[in-house]
């Protein structure tokens, strides 16, 4: 079993700024992939940025140049450093990780976090 436990959310006006963090703990070998996810209400779950554990990056476009992911290897955390915030980026987050249970697996498996709301207000 994997735990991945969010925190960090809350109420911000907007402009404001917020960090996220994502504790992954359990049956961890090593994490190839961490990222945030959001859902606002009515609306699909979507990705907001993805991390290698080679560091390659993926932002969507709604969040470029205002949000920044990084990354502890060692201690399997993640922040997401929010700022500029909008409206429109009202919604849950969701932390994910795709992991590898043991060394000699051949397989990984994606987890995510039970979520964290974050609400910007106009």
């Known amino acids: 079993q994997v735990q991945l436990v969010e925190s960090g959310g809350g109420l911000v006006q907007a402009g404001g700024s917020l960090r996220l963090s994502c504790a992954a703990s359990g049956s961890i070998f090593s994490i190839n992939t961490m990222g945030w996810y959001r859902q606002a209400p009515g609306k699909q779950r979507e990705l907001v940025v993805i991390?290698?554990?080679?560091?390659?990056?993926n932002y969507a476009d709604s969040v470029k140049g205002r949000f920044t992911i990084s990354r502890d290897n060692v201690q399997n955390t993640m922040y997401l450093q929010m700022n500029s915030l909008k409206p429109e980026d009202t919604a849950v987050y969701y932390c994910?990780?795709?992991?590898?249970?043991?060394?000699?697996?051949?397989?990984?498996?994606?987890?995510w976090g039970q979520g964290t709301q974050v609400t910007v207000s106009s």
């Open positions: 994910y990780a795709v992991v590898k249970y043991r060394r000699s697996d051949t397989s990984m498996f994606r987890w």
């Open positions: 991390k290698t554990s080679n560091g390659s990056t």
